[in-house]
């Protein structure tokens, strides 16, 4: 029995040190671009261990490498990013000649298609799930980026913010980290500018409230989705549960106020910017007197 047990530990051993150099291979091949030596490793790693989690990653990220495209253009107008000023015999700019970055639709599925297999088998990974999330958001996708947030926000609520990483490793201040990367999500989403993803917004805070009901933020990203198409009150209505949670919180408060302000309600919109008063920073401080003489004015 003895002597089984340690033929065990010595293959396990070695499967996982031949799964490193292959992890160790992938990200070689990877920066320097060699896609031929990037297919031969992860067929070889799937070969040998088709159950290693980083598997799907590298997967993945061949894939959303191979799905980039750039094309060369020329335009009359200067484009976006890096491009290069064209001059005629007069020295005068006759063009420019930048660069489109697209992404193959059916790389990226190939793509998605792995991921969805690791996300499966290893639900727990939170790196999978905001790789996807991120190539969504990176290709526009919101409806897509908004979905799987949702159902991230879903599986926390089950294995209660014990997320793992890169090599299975346990990820520190799960839950912290968690509700601050989702932030940085719903402000990606109220970036674009697209007054039609305000509904993108109030889903995700929506569903992230259902679970974490004193999540401050996202009390205050439902209101922004609110405030922004004129429904004061549905807007007010959750920066007042803030400050319930947090009654010393000057943003909420500058926040009601500038509500109340929208709304046309000047008294309680000085109420609050004299509460933002109260607790606020300098620069608050600052704002909010100037608010005050304004609507006393």
């Known amino acids: 029995m003895r002597k089984k047990v340690s033929v065990f530990i010595v293959m396990v051993f070695t499967q996982l040190m031949v799964g490193q150099n292959h992890h160790t291979d992938f990200k070689k091949y990877f920066q320097e671009n060699d896609t031929l030596n990037l297919v031969r490793v992860l067929q070889e790693w799937e070969n040998f261990n088709p ?20 094309t060369i253009r020329l335009t ?14 007069l020295n005068q700019t006759a063009g420019y000649l930048g660069s489109d970055i697209y992404y193959s639709e059916s790389d990226l599925n190939k793509g998605f298609t792995k991921i969805d297999e690791g996300i499966k088998r290893f639900p727990d990974r939170l790196d999978m799930r905001f790789g996807k999330i991120y190539v969504l958001g990176l290709v526009s996708n919101w409806d897509e980026f908004t979905t799987e947030i949702i159902k991230t926000i879903k599986h926390s609520a089950t294995n ?11 990820h520190n201040n799960g839950k912290e980290f968690f509700l601050s990367s ?20 109030r889903d995700i805070a929506n569903e992230i409230l259902n679970y974490y009901p004193e999540n401050i933020e996202s009390l205050s990203n439902l209101s ?9 009150d549905k ?63």
């Open 51 to 70: 159950n290693d989690a980083e598997l799907y990653t590298s997967y993945f990220n061949y894939h959303v490498k191979i799905a980039k495209q750039e």
């Open 76 to 89: 009359s107008e200067q484009p976006n990013g890096n491009a290069l000023e064209l001059k005629d015999s």
């Open 160 to 170: 209660k913010n014990e997320w793992t990483w890169t090599n299975n490793e346990k």
């Open 182 to 201: 989702l932030q940085n999500y719903q402000v990606q989403l109220y970036n674009t500018g697209d007054d039609k993803l305000l509904v993108n917004m």
């Open 224 to 232: 922004i989705t609110y405030l922004l198409v004129g429904e004061y």
């Open 235 to 297: 807007g007010i209505e959750p920066l007042l549960k803030a400050e319930k949670i947090n009654p010393k919180d000057f943003i909420i408060l500058n926040n009601i106020a500038h509500g109340y302000k929208l709304k046309g309600d000047l008294k309680k919109a000085i109420k609050y910017y004299e509460k933002t008063i109260e607790f606020g920073d300098e620069q608050a401080k600052k704002s909010a007197k100037q608010q005050i003489d304004m609507l006393k004015n």
